[in-house]
């Protein structure tokens, strides 16, 4: 079955603690992004990127780092956790090379509290 | 980058009414504009798309229309139904040498059809 997976789906932390929120999809997509969710704000792209070893900054990078080692994956890495970075965390990808879709499938989510 | 605004926030109307979404946008490159359906704790999932190429495309009971020259689309449902009840969110890609590399969403329509 065609799908992006994420994990935890659920995680609390505390201010400063490093973790990590794993993405993986099995659709050969070129193309990965991570974005959080907020309520009134829609969705907010932070990190994309279009290949392996291919990275880039979206719209609200700040506190987070990614890496695409493998074309699968891509995880999302949060160095130094803080409460404004509460939120609902969705992964998702799409062709990038190619093709004539841009539909992005995206990932059940992760609910992540920093208190 | 490409900003995307979407109006109303909120829209409740009757079952078997009509409900519409709107969105601007300021890339004029953009070529490309979906419409994301996401149920509560679900994930955001497709459920139209239109290319610039395309004033207006049609599926079942939704439709999306695309004015380019005013830079702005919009979502229309037909004969609403309570399983039409969801957050919708409007996007618009921002080109940059000829790709799509980031997809920017409006802030979400959380729509209500009441029985």
């Known amino acids: 079955e065609a799908q992006v997976t994420q994990n935890p789906r659920y995680l609390i932390t505390v201010t400063g603690k490093k973790l990590t929120v794993t993405c993986s999809q099995n659709?050969?997509?070129?193309?990965m992004s991570w974005y959080r969710q907020d309520p009134g704000l829609g969705l907010r792209q932070i990190y994309y990127?279009?290949?392996?070893?291919?990275?880039d900054k979206g719209d609200v990078p700040e506190g987070y780092k990614v890496s695409r080692k493998e074309k699968r994956n891509f995880p999302l890495i949060l160095e130094s956790p803080s409460p404004n970075q509460t939120s609902l965390y969705f992964c998702?990808?799409?062709?990038?090379?190619?093709?004539?879709?841009?539909?992005?499938?995206f990932g059940p989510g992760t609910r992540l509290t920093v208190t | 980058g490409e900003n995307v605004e979407q109006h109303p926030s909120t829209l409740s109307v009757q079952e078997g009414d009509s409900a519409v979404i709107k969105c601007t946008y300021s890339?004029?490159?953009?070529?490309?504009f979906p419409w994301y359906k996401q149920e509560l704790g679900k994930r955001p999932q497709l459920i139209i798309d239109i290319r610039s190429n395309v004033g207006e495309k049609k599926d079942q009971r939704i439709a999306v229309t695309l004015n380019k020259t005013a830079k702005h689309f919009s979502l229309h449902i037909t004969e609403t139904q309570p399983e039409d009840s969801a957050v919708y969110f409007c996007?618009?890609?921002?080109?940059?040498?000829?790709?799509?590399?980031?997809?920017?969403f409006g802030s979400g329509t959380q729509l209500t059809v009441l029985p």
């Open positions: 890339d004029s490159a953009s070529n490309y």
């Open positions: 990127s279009m290949n392996v070893e291919v990275t």
């Open positions: 998702a990808s799409r062709p990038f090379l190619g093709g004539s879709s841009y539909e992005q499938y």
């Open positions: 659709m050969n997509h070129e193309y």
């Open positions: 996007a618009a890609p921002h080109i940059s040498s000829g790709s799509a590399r980031q997809l920017t």
